[in-house]
């Protein structure tokens, strides 16, 4: 395989304004503001998510979105590329969960942050956010929980500028439809005049030129973008990745849905009971054994056998196959 690197142009790039097709996930504490920007100038886009470079929960929705403000705020101070923030609207605990998405809502708009990677579950009412947000001229990379050919059509609606379709081998909360990637792909690349990102899986060269060659125009990788030296995740959790097989992993419940985690690592019990015990598996991955927890991932876990800086992660998916 020929490492190339030429800069790639299409309508993400463009509408982006990056140098290559490759956008890291948003993926809660193990997103930082100096892993954002490794990822951006290496001509990726970075994703800042909920609790990004914290180590404690916040207090409250005002201090998650003030922390939120500082972690903008210092990717702008080490790099001049762009980024994008995590925007997930209002969801399953109504009132707790838009005073946390105004509060941030407020931030991004004060913050004049560019791009957003805006997430529904499925239930795109809230027209309001979405509505400031255009306004502000604000990108938006929009991303159902759990895409189907039908929600796709009502996101293009909505006037969102790209759509994330993510696959059930994904990481993180998981579609409650066990729909491939590349089915998914199929259907709705058809179907949309909108660009595609593809995401769930995609952790190398070959699964990213996959999706390329199906015409998805970028690609959104969580899972492999754990295993890079920048990425904030513990040695504990970048260690277990590598030693993962794919036999290893298993899907346990969760108060907001299904997550893939790896089964021989902690698992005493199939069920996370509460929202701190969710949380808990994150800041796991993020402080090691600090913290009791799970090691949540994609089915590309399997595949994973090293840690590389994000710009050899870059140079490798863009390379030819
Ligand atoms: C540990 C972890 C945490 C995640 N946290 C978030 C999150 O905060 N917000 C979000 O929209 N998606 C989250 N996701 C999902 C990712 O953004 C992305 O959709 C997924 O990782 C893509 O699949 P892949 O892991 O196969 O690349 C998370 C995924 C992982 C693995």
């Not at 990108?139 to 159902?144: A, P, V």
């Amino acid at each position: 395989m020929t490492k190339t690197t030429s800069k790639v142009k299409n309508q993400i790039t463009e509408l982006l304004n990056i140098e290559y097709p490759v956008i890291q996930a948003a993926m809660v504490w193990l997103t930082s503001a100096e892993f954002v920007a490794a990822v951006s100038s290496a001509g990726g886009l970075g994703v800042l998510a909920s609790n990004a470079g914290q180590t404690e929960q916040a207090t409250g929705p005002k201090d998650a979105a003030e922390k939120m403000r500082q972690q903008i705020q210092k990717v702008r101070q080490i790099t001049d590329k762009p980024f994008a923030v995590n925007y997930i609207l209002p969801t399953f605990d109504k009132e707790r969960s838009y005073d946390y998405s105004y509060s941030l809502l407020d931030v991004i708009l004060a913050e004049k942050v560019e791009i957003v990677v805006l997430i529904s579950h499925g239930d795109s009412s809230d027209s309001s956010s979405i509505k400031r947000l255009q306004q502000a001229g604000i990108k938006i990379l929009f991303r159902d929980i759990s895409p189907t050919l039908e929600s796709a059509l009502a996101a293009e609606k909505l006037g969102v500028d790209a759509l994330i379709i993510t696959g059930h081998e994904a990481g993180g909360h998981l579609s409650e439809h066990q729909i491939s990637t590349q089915i998914l792909l199929s259907q709705i690349l058809k179907a949309i005049n909108l660009p595609v990102i593809a995401a769930g899986g995609i952790y190398d060269a070959k699964t990213a030129h996959a999706a390329f060659a199906m015409g998805a125009q970028a690609v959104y990788i969580g899972t492999r973008f754990i295993n890079t030296i920048e990425s904030p995740a513990s040695m504990v959790c970048k260690e277990a990745i590598i030693g993962t097989s794919f036999d290893d992993l298993v899907i346990i419940n969760s108060p907001v849905g299904q997550l893939r985690v790896i089964g021989k690592y902690n698992l005493d019990r199939q069920i996370l009971a509460s929202p701190q015990e969710y949380i808990g598996s994150f800041r796991h991955m993020l402080l090691g054994n600090k913290e009791p927890g799970y090691i949540c991932v994609s089915q590309s876990a399997g595949a994973i056998n090293d840690i590389i800086s994000c710009k050899a992660l870059i140079t490798e998916i863009m390379s030819e196959v």
